[in-house]
């Protein structure tokens, strides 16, 4: 009588439920870890875009006071720019706006002074029903600078803001080859009721997001 080949099963084994809770445990912990990261990082990378931003605002203003063709065209810069500083502060606006045709372009100019000097107001960013400016506004407060020679500059006190005030007021009196000012940064964000005018009483109660100095040279 002829045999049958016999047939073998083979049985594999599967994953335990104490395997399975393990793993998804050992996943969920990793998750947690990932989000706990997610956040440090996203803050990171927000700095990091402050940074640069800031950075741009600095390096626009300088290249504005240093530079630009529509502050004293056919006069002294530096004798604009003193006028402006020496004995109080002046305040520049710097932000994107649209114009007429929806073109962002960048505005930078100072805040209520001469003909001297590059001018943007209020009306550059808002009309009263429509706010022109894209996105944030940095106003930059100007002042003299302690870096000034010392019998060059009258010391008003810790607690005054403007703190210096330059001695002599004509521009042209004035001995030294260059005028170094504080620029205070700070951010502001557009409205329909946005006002140029800074009141340094309430300034100095404000914390600028960057403070340097700067100097303009004849």
Do not use: W
């Not at 084994?13 to 104490?18: H, V």
């Not at 240093?66 to 020496?86: D, L, M, T």
């Not at 209020?122 to 600078?145: C, K």
């Amino acid at each position: 009588m002829k045999q049958l080949p016999s047939c073998h099963v083979t049985s594999q084994k599967g994953f335990s439920l104490i395997e399975v809770v393990l793993a998804i445990g050992i996943f969920l912990v990793t998750v947690l870890a990932l989000v706990g990261l997610l956040g440090p990082t996203l803050q990171s990378v927000d700095e990091v875009e402050k940074t640069d931003e800031v950075s741009s605002i600095v390096n626009t203003i300088n290249a504005f006071l240093q530079n630009s063709p529509e502050i004293a065209p056919g006069a002294s810069r530096f004798n604009a720019i003193y006028n402006a500083v020496s004995q109080d502060s002046a305040t520049l606006l710097v932000f994107r706006a649209y114009d007429a045709n929806d073109v962002i372009s960048l505005k930078v100019g100072f805040v209520g002074e001469t003909d001297q000097l590059a001018r943007v107001s209020d009306s550059d960013v808002t009309d009263g029903s429509e706010v022109f400016a894209a996105g944030t506004i940095y106003r930059a407060v100007l002042t003299p600078s302690s870096v000034n020679p010392v019998d060059e500059r009258a010391d008003a006190g810790v607690n005054s803001y403007p703190r210096y005030k330059m001695s002599e007021e004509d521009p042209s009196a004035y001995p030294e080859g260059s005028f170094a000012m504080e620029v205070r940064i700070f951010a502001e964000e557009p409205s329909l009721t946005f006002d140029d005018a800074s009141v340094l009483d309430d300034l100095q109660l404000k914390k600028p997001i960057f403070t340097y100095n700067t100097a303009i040279v004849r």
